[in-house]
């Protein structure tokens, strides 16, 4: 399961380039996206994640960085009416877990917002760092850097922030749209494949363990 492109409030035009240079391996991204989709579709999300035989781990965890990236882009949109900063004027998932937004540039200290405003500042964020060619190259045979594989965890920890706000204060209103399939299908994914990798402490998925551990002993 993909979603592509964004709707409501979300920047427009917010997908990540495909890596890609004018030789035989220009469409290895491409090719990497379509197993995943294919083996998605075999309907079992486990060992949709696992890395294939001869692939770079890095080239793996990118792809399905930016699918992630997508398909929460595609999600939060879907409720954009609904999480507005008076609705949510709090960046939470549920009432032990508050989200604090930093970024190290403008907001360089922790700072309390609404969940809209975070989630805008978390999309650009990614974004950013999937434009910048020094951290997701997009040329073949340029490597990726040393500290690839610790940004791909600071982006999907956060990002995994969204899935568990949705969960939290918007699932009623994704059920009433018929999206609760689609959220479930890309969480449980998502859950899957940051557990495959240890890439997200357990802490930081303490929001939504009961779920995790139903999804987990499948």
């Known amino acids: ?40 579709g075999s309907g079992n999300l486990r060992d949709a994640v696992l890395l294939p035989e001869g692939e770079d781990l890095n080239e793996w965890l990118a792809v399905n960085t930016v699918d992630f990236f997508n398909q929460i882009n595609m999600l939060y949109g879907c409720v954009t009416e609904f999480c507005t900063p008076q609705e949510c004027p709090v960046m939470c998932a549920g009432p032990r877990f508050e989200y604090h937004w930093q970024d190290g540039v403008r907001y360089k200290k922790p700072t309390k917002m609404s969940a ?25 045979g340029v490597p990726f850097p040393k500290t690839f594989p610790a940004t791909v965890k600071s982006i999907v920890r956060r990002l995994f922030r969204v899935y568990a706000h949705l969960y939290n204060h918007h699932f009623a209103q994704l059920c009433a749209l018929s999206i609760e399939a689609h959220l479930n299908t890309s969480f449980a994914h998502f859950l899957f494949f940051v557990d495959e990798f240890k890439l997200v402490e357990k802490k930081e998925l303490a929001p939504l363990a009961e779920l995790n551990a139903s999804i987990l002993s499948r």
Do not use: C
């Open 116 to 140: 809209p405003e975070y989630v805008d500042n978390l999309m650009n964020w990614v974004q950013g760092m999937l434009d910048d060619e020094a951290l997701f190259p997009s040329k073949i």
């Open 1 to 40: 399961m993909s979603f592509f492109g964004t709707v409501g409030g979300l920047a427009k035009n917010r997908t990540f380039k495909p890596r890609g240079a004018k030789n035989d391996n220009s469409t290895r991204a491409y090719q990497l996206k379509k197993y995943a989709e294919q083996t998605l």
